[in-house]
Nanobody
Framework: QVQLAESGGGLVQAGGSLRLSCAVSGRTFSTYAMGWFRQAPGKEREFVAAIGWSFGYTLYKDSVRGRFTISRDNAKNTVYLQMNSLSPEDTAVYYC?????????????????WGQGTQVTVSS
């Protein structure tokens, strides 16, 4: 059974940084494409970033490109989301998601497996 476990969320002031981690167990991580999504209160879940399992191919939501960086460590079965220059608009529950195969996507339905989420709150 695949399990995804996020960590690293918390409360930070505007302009600050956080690094989220997502540890994956139960499958071969090196052939598992990963994504980060977020959901703010009263809003739909939205794509944030994704990374393929080969060649480090990445995708980003326009509003986070240049501030957020997604990366993965296949030796640790972990994907990261480094978030810099945070603003209150980034406040949300952040979820990691995974799918088998090389293709990455920006829609939630592209991903079969999900973590429980970690809260990120940015104060102004």
């Amino acid at each position: 059974q695949v399990q995804l476990a996020e960590s690293g969320g918390g409360l930070v002031q505007a302009g600050g940084s956080l690094r989220l981690s997502c540890a994956v167990s139960g499958r071969t991580f090196s052939t598992y494409a990963m994504g980060w999504f977020r959901q703010a209160p009263g809003k739909e879940r939205e794509f944030v970033a994704a990374i393929g399992w080969s060649f480090g191919y990445t995708l980003y939501k326009d509003s986070v490109r240049g501030r957020f960086t997604i990366s993965r460590d296949n030796a640790k079965n972990t994907v990261y989301l480094q978030m810099n220059s945070l603003s209150p608009e980034d406040t949300a529950v952040y979820y990691c998601a995974g799918r088998g195969g090389p293709r990455i996507g920006t829609n939630a339905y592209d991903y079969a497996d999900w973590g429980q989420g970690t809260q990120v709150t940015v104060s102004s």
